[in-house]
């Protein structure tokens, strides 16, 4: 079984800052690519940024220099710093993993149960 567990999430005022943290556990034989996603109310879910297990990263053009996304594979965690927030980033956060339980397993990709995130104007 494995879970993932999200933390961090809150309320700030717009220009502030939020670290998310997402801890994998369970029976992990080894993690690939580590994510964030977010869903606001009414929208489809959306990739907010993603790194792979060497520590390549790719963001969503509407965090770009604002957001970074950094892991820890000693400890099987994603983290997502997110600086000078604004309202639009409201929305619930999601981390997502690729994870593979054994070597002859095949890669699954697991959710967190999400975080919400609100930014006041």
């Known amino acids: 079984q494995v879970q993932l567990v999200e933390s961090g999430g809150g309320l700030v005022q717009a220009g502030g800052s939020l670290r998310l943290s997402c801890g994998a556990s369970?029976?992990?034989?080894?993690?690939?690519?580590m994510a964030w996603y977010r869903q606001a109310p009414g929208k489809q879910r959306e990739l907010v940024a993603v790194i792979s297990r060497g520590g390549t990263t790719t963001y969503a053009d509407s965090v770009k220099g604002r957001f970074t996304i950094s892991r820890d594979n000693a400890k099987n965690t994603v983290y997502l710093q997110m600086n000078s927030l604004k309202p639009d980033d409201t929305a619930v956060y999601y981390c997502?993993?690729?994870?593979?339980?054994?070597?002859?397993?095949?890669?699954?990709?697991?959710w967190g149960q999400g975080t919400q995130v609100t930014v006041s104007s």
């Open positions: 997502n993993a690729d994870i593979r339980i054994s070597s002859s397993y095949r890669w699954n990709s697991y």
């Open positions: 369970g029976s992990i034989f080894s993690i690939n690519t």
